[in-house]
């Protein structure tokens, strides 16, 4: 936290920057909890976490600025700092709905050259969740502060405390990734 | 559309995640809008990276904080400006 932008508000401005500014965001930031920890009850601990430390350090931030990347990088931090060493539960990847649904009949459906897009985006969004569960937490970090929460590269560099190249060579790795474990999917589609 | 393997794909593919997120300068947006026109190997590419974002926007289960933890805050918040 910078001191020297350090503003003493008063209780109700306190308020009106929780309700407005703060709180607005509690359930991308409760997602994004989630999608790093797999877990309701660590999300919600590291929610928690993340809303005292920015109780208690209010007065450094600015009213009116981006709450949102403000949040996430106090989240960030949290994780990182603490949360991520208590953690001692493995990382969980259900791959039984894959399995589910290469072993049906739908993998046979023949489909067409027209159709090939809008299928893609119709069925890829079950195999999307298991390929960035599956991912390593720093990949899985960047696309969903990119792709799910849309923050630019300049926030995200920010958030993750990371230069912006290392932001743009991270996605770009993570997009391989998904890529790579989405191939088959798609391959399966007649896609590629 | 050329059917033969892209000249420079990394370079494309770099640019590619550029236009996607929306941070592309102006020669880059030049460059890929003529580029992903002539080459297919660029233009599915381009298409599956898009088809997987759109995917992870719209059909990615979004958590909701439960109520009892934003009542929970609410509760906090008021203790920490007492304080």
């Given at each position: 936290?910078?001191?020297?932008?350090?503003?003493?508000?008063?209780?109700?401005?306190?308020?009106?920057?929780?309700?407005?500014?703060?709180?607005?965001?509690?359930?991308?930031?409760?997602?994004?909890?989630?999608?790093?920890?797999?877990?309701?009850?660590?999300?919600?601990?590291?929610v928690q976490e993340t809303y005292l430390k920015a109780f208690r350090f209010i007065d450094s931030f600015q009213k009116g600025t981006n709450a949102k990347a403000w949040l996430f990088?106090?989240?960030?931090?949290?994780?990182?700092?603490?949360?991520?060493k208590r953690s001692k539960e493995p990382v969980k990847v259900d791959y039984q709905e894959v399995e589910t649904y290469y072993n049906s009949d739908e993998v046979d459906q023949p489909i067409t050259s027209d159709l090939r897009i809008e299928a893609i985006k119709e069925k890829i969004g079950d195999e999307v969740s298991v390929a960035i569960n599956s991912l390593d937490i720093d990949f899985r970090t960047v696309i969903i502060l990119c792709d799910l929460e849309g923050f630019t590269y300049e926030e995200m560099a920010k958030i993750l405390d990371i230069p912006i190249g290392t932001v743009r060579s991270r996605l770009h790795r993570a997009r391989n990734l998904l890529r790579d474990k989405l191939k088959v999917y798609a391959d399966s589609l007649g896609y590629t | 559309m050329k059917e033969k393997p892209c000249v420079d794909h990394d370079y494309c593919v770099s640019v590619l995640n550029l236009i996607i997120d929306g941070e592309a300068n102006e020669l880059e947006k030049t460059f890929f809008n003529t580029h992903v026109k002539e080459c297919l190997q660029c233009s599915e590419y381009y298409s599956i990276d898009q088809a997987i974002r759109e995917a992870i926007r719209k059909k990615l289960e979004k958590k909701e904080a439960p109520q009892d933890l934003i009542h929970l805050l609410r509760i906090k918040f008021k203790e920490s400006t007492r304080s």
């Open positions: 936290m910078d001191c020297k932008k350090l503003k003493f508000y008063s209780s109700e401005e306190k308020e009106l920057i929780f309700e407005d500014e703060f709180l607005p965001h509690i359930h991308s930031i409760y997602n994004f909890a989630y999608r790093i920890t797999f877990n309701e009850d660590d999300a919600k601990d590291l990088r106090i989240l960030k931090n949290s994780f990182i700092n603490e949360f991520r | -």
